[in-house]
């Protein structure tokens, strides 16, 4: 059990910059999810903490101790791979050992610590088998084993649960989150799935093209995102964005769709006509007798609620979630409440506040 | 994949004629004229033979001469094949590190296997002949009484480090596919488990390797048995006296420089025997192990 500091961490891999400084600071006992479309360098932050890959500047600090130059094996952490990574020639019980055994552990010591570890996961029965014999949520449970046996200062997850069935890694999910509480170490928790990600996370990294974009826990990440990609990355379906400027000396949007929106909570600095982009989640869509009129090119019904995707008069694509059934209709006037909105700005992207 | 029915049995046996008739030809029929020739006893003229039933063999197996080259087969196969397969592994493990220039490196290392086995040993010559090879020339210099037409051990030698380099290539393309196929995950977990790059080669890429290891074993046995005897023709040509003379290249001396055809034949039946128990017992142990 320890924290995390990462600071200004950079990485380049010849011309092409991967991360453009990092900077995180992770509590002890917190489990932080890295999150982020493919691509975006989240691996490899990952992957640098554990010492898979060098920075190409920055630091790494865990527990206070400086990191950074230490090879995987000098910083006392554990891994959990997408590919489970078990070593095919050893059972279930060596798999386990293996590391205790490195560190010249006694042997009573490793047995008892392999029994307590399969105990918690409920593998005892599976001890003598090889990984080939296993399925894809009993590999998951030995490399969870192999992990904890370790009781390292650092848990690090590799999108562990993408290689599992919906249903398995539903459940995996909750038992991951489960142990991490009760064993209470540091984690950290790379994922491209915003449901895992909102639902495993203290608080999200949410990364794109290797900046940090926001950090925070996860209802203030859906509820203030810090720009356009985090607002359209988190939620589902993605939040709609619409163009408009700014106007009535900042008190209001004028939206490139018609409508002039007053806001809830007080003006945005800034010149009248600056541009801007409108972002509201399409469960905060309402229908309104004398709202604009929505027609519809496509129906949605998921049982408990309705997704509705038309076009805006000016062209532009909404998509509105409802709660139960929608009226039958070609086109429903829809209206945008004003306390709903989320304001950015038009070029940068970033969250506007009053 | 589609199963294709033919109807009636002309076509499929003349699609089949072609190789049935390779194997009769190349392997059935000397395989079978060598197991006969092997009962009988010529005279030396070649004008009469004589059933004489296993005493061929009884005598083979009885010779003093026969059981020295057999030690030195066991010696000069086992030699090879350690040598070749310990080079070949450790150059495949530097060549599987991200290293500038691994594709020419490795594309290097595969050149020895397209030299012909005389050619071969036609460059060791020039590398250890005593008194016009460059190294066999350094090394008297150098006060090493370095003659292998001389020496038998040092010819032993020679034909060890000759025959070996031809395999390690063909050791190091099985022995590089071998480790490439080893997930790197795997590897990285070992190294945050604790285990340093040494202790990663012997607990993790070792074992994982050990089938690709077998099979080489067998391959490499069966080639220091058969196919060297261009090296050793070439270098030592069984000398001095009969130091480097193994089975193969006894039948060959007992055959063709004595004419004594009834025993070279059943020596080289007696090979075929070997090289069918190494490759009976591979078969066996491949299907009953080591597939991860």
Known sequence: ?354 | MRKTVFKGTALPLLLLAPQLAITAIFFLWPAGAAIWQSLLQEDPWGMSSEFVGLRNFTEVLAQPEWRGAAYNTLIFSSAVAILAMGTALFLAVQADKSIRGANIYRTLLIWPYAVAPAVAAVLWLFLFHPSIGLVGRALNEAGIAWDYKLNGNQAMLLIIIAAAWKQVSYNFIFFLAGLQSIPRSVLEAAAIDGARPVRRFWTIILPLLSPTAFFLLVVNLVYAFFDTFGVIHALTGGGPGKATETLIYKVYVEGVQNVNLGSSSAQSVILMVLVIALTAVQFRFIERKVHY
């Open chain 1, 1 to 354: 059990m320890a924290s995390l500091d990462v600071s200004g961490l950079r990485k380049s891999f010849g011309p092409t910059h991967v991360l453009h400084g990092i900077d995180l600071a992770v509590e002890d006992g917190e489990m932080i999810v890295i999150v982020g479309a493919s691509g975006c360098g989240k691996s490899t932050l990952l992957r640098i903490v554990a010492g898979l890959e060098t920075a190409t500047s920055g630091s790494i600090r865990i527990a206070g101790r400086e990191v950074t130059a230490l090879e995987p094996a000098e910083r006392d952490i554990a891994m959990v791979f997408q590919n489970y990574a078990l070593y095919p020639h050893m059972s279930v019980e060596q798999n386990m050992a293996y590391g205790l055994k490195i560190r010249g552990l006694p042997k009573a010591e490793i047995t008892r610590r392999v029994a307590e570890a399969a105990g918690l996961l409920g593998i005892e029965a599976l001890l003598g088998r090889r990984p080939r014999q296993l399925s894809g949520g009993q590999r998951q449970r030995v490399a969870m084993g192999r992990a904890i046996v370790r009781e390292p200062k650092l848990f690090l997850f590799d999108e562990p649960l993408s290689n599992l069935d919906a249903k398995l890694r539903v459940q995996m999910r909750a038992e991951i989150r489960r142990l991490q509480r009760r064993l209470g170490v540091t984690s950290l928790f790379v994922t491209h799935d915003q449901t895992e990600a909102m639902t495993l996370g203290d608080r999200l990294v949410v990364m794109h093209a290797g900046h940090a974009a926001q950090i925070a826990t996860p209802m203030e990440i859906w509820a203030r995102p810090a720009d356009t990609y985090v607002a359209g990355f988190i939620g589902s379906p993605a939040m709609n964005f619409l163009e408009g400027t700014l106007a009535e000396g900042g008190q209001a949007v004028a939206l490139k769709a018609g409508p002039v929106l007053r806001f809830a909570d007080g003006p945005r600095a800034g010149g009248e006509g600056m541009p801007l982009t409108v972002g509201i989640r399409p469960e905060h869509v309402e229908l309104a007798e004398g709202g604009i009129l929505l027609p519809l090119d496509l129906v949605e019904p998921l049982g408990s609620e309705t997704v509705l995707h038309g076009r805006l008069p000016g062209g532009e694509a909404l998509v509105v979630k409802l709660a139960g059934p929608a009226p039958d209709a070609p086109s429903l006037p829809v209206a945008l409440p004003a306390a709903a909105l989320h304001v950015f700005d038009g070029e940068t992207g970033k969250r506007l506040d009053p």
